[in-house]
């Protein structure tokens, strides 16, 4: 089940029309995909990388007690000396899951173990390293302040409070949260499904002799690794020959079951083009030209209500377009929001000298480095081409160069987008 957002405004300029920006073919894609609405429950574990499909606030505070940050010794903020020392009675030890069970009056002490309940009536814990003991004396000496070293009960989440929102995809923290809130289990959307296929006469799958001219079907592999990371239900649907009936069957069949269909090849001006013949006969599909390098060629559109991305075939473009568009589409056609549709970079300075023609956003392919004084720096990959895919093997960031730039001279700041995030 999938909800459409927006119109059928599928429209946009085909080829020899002027090319849409990056911003613009973005807004448009925002547009136009909706979520999948199915759910299911599942355990906590299980969830992870799911989308969370509810709003959850927690029935609890947490922690559910105010306690200890530090071993040390719970007393009256009033007792603390403004200046020289005080000597206090030690009346008893609390420790995480053993709460002491009587109060603490002025004068007095208690030793406490980080986690365990403050004892009633005291509000400040002293660590133990800032104490002299002796027998039940505790002494403590001035700097101290009143409060110190205390967490407040519903400090980290407050009864009622929301925890995490529909549309999260959940992360490794977010078990962590659910988990101390007593969540057993959440409700979350179903994966996407994905169907893709290669198009391409000159292409042979692996275990297949290469003959002249021919090549092996790399795409195939690119785009399962990053739909797979991305927690989409992949549909494999390999290599379709260029023929009117592989390319019509393989995209109704793709329809069928899928919540997306994704191709690569096949978008440009080339002949042998049976794809768009297919889309046409099938559903409403636009060729987009996109003012950026690598990607220029890009098709969106509908089969029936399903979202088809048609992306160019060049290795590097595939990992482009798909990172720049379909990425942030599959994440919205999941349930997620909230998302990062720009994909937020940084700017460092970079240390090669890259060629740019102004006219288009650029996505080269950089290393992210420490240079010798500390400082983070930028340098490209070398040859940009976009059949060059160990260009993106070697990469570990996108140098984003908007539209109205030209040639970058070194030390320049650039635009990065690094490929992997800590969490
Ligand atoms: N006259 C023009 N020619 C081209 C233009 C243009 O605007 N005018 N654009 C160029 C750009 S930019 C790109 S990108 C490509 C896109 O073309 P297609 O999407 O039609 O892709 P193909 O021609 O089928 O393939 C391009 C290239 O990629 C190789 N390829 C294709 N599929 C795979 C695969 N699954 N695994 C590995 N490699 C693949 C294919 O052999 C070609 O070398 O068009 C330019 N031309
Ligand atoms: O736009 Mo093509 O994707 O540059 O190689």
């Not at 009346?91 to 009056?105: E, M, Q």
């Not at 649907?237 to 191709?263: H, M």
């Amino acid at each position: 089940m999938r909800a459409m957002a927006g119109s059928e405004r599928t429209g946009g300029c085909g080829i020899g029309q002027a090319a849409l920006t990056v911003e613009e073919a973005r807004e448009r894609l925002r547009a136009e995909v909706g979520p999948v609405t199915t759910r299911e429950r599942l355990a906590l574990r299980a969830a992870l990388d799911r989308v969370l499909a509810e709003e959850v606030r927690s029935p609890i505070d947490v922690p559910s007690h105010t306690n200890s940050a530090v071993d040390g010794y719970a007393l009256h903020g009033d007792d603390l000396p403004g200046a020289g020392r005080i000597s206090l009675r030690c009346v008893g030890s609390a420790r995480a899951g053993s709460p002491l069970d009587r109060p603490v009056a002025r004068g007095e002490c208690a030793r406490i173990m980080t986690g365990a309940p403050l004892p009633p009536g005291v509000d400040t814990v002293v660590m133990q390293e800032h104490v002299e003991r002796a027998g039940d004396r505790v002494t403590i000496g001035d700097g101290h302040r009143g409060g110190e070293n205390v967490r407040a009960a519903g400090e980290d989440l407050a009864r009622g409070q929301t925890v995490l929102e529909a549309g999260r995809r959940l992360q490794p923290a977010d078990l962590g949260l659910l988990a101390s809130i007593g969540r057993a289990e959440v409700g979350v959307y179903r994966r996407p499904r994905v169907a893709f296929f290669s198009t391409g006469d000159e292409l042979r799958s692996i275990g297949e002799p290469l003959g002249p001219g021919l090549i092996y079907d790399s795409n195939r592999y690119t785009l399962h690794g990053m739909l797979t990371r991305l927690g989409a239900e992949v549909i494999d649907l390999g290599v379709v020959r260029d023929t009117r009936e592989a390319v019509r069957e393989a995209l109704a069949e793709a329809a069928a079951g899928a919540d997306a269909i994704l191709t690569s090849g096949g978008v440009s001006v080339g002949e042998a083009d049976y794809v768009k013949e297919a889309l046409d006969a099938l559903g409403r599909v636009s060729f987009w030209q996109i003012a950026m390098k690598p990607g220029r060629p890009l098709a969106f559109g509908r089969i029936g209500d399903v979202p088809f991305f048609g992306l160019p075939g060049n290795p590097v473009s595939v990992m482009v377009t798909f990172y720049q568009f379909v990425e942030p589409a599959l994440r919205q056609i999941a349930g997620e929001r909230g998302i990062d549709w720009r994909r937020a970079g940084f700017r460092v300075p970079c240390a090669s000298r890259l060629k740019k023609r102004a006219g288009r956003t650029e996505y080269q392919r950089g290393v992210l480095t420490y240079a010798d004084d500390g400082t983070l720096t930028v340098r490209a990959t070398g040859h940009q081409g976009s059949g060059m895919l160990r260009s993106m093997s070697v990469a570990n960031c996108f140098i984003v160069l908007p539209a109205e730039s030209g040639d970058v001279e070194p030390g320049t700041p650039v635009e990065v987008q690094p490929f992997h995030g800590i969490v």
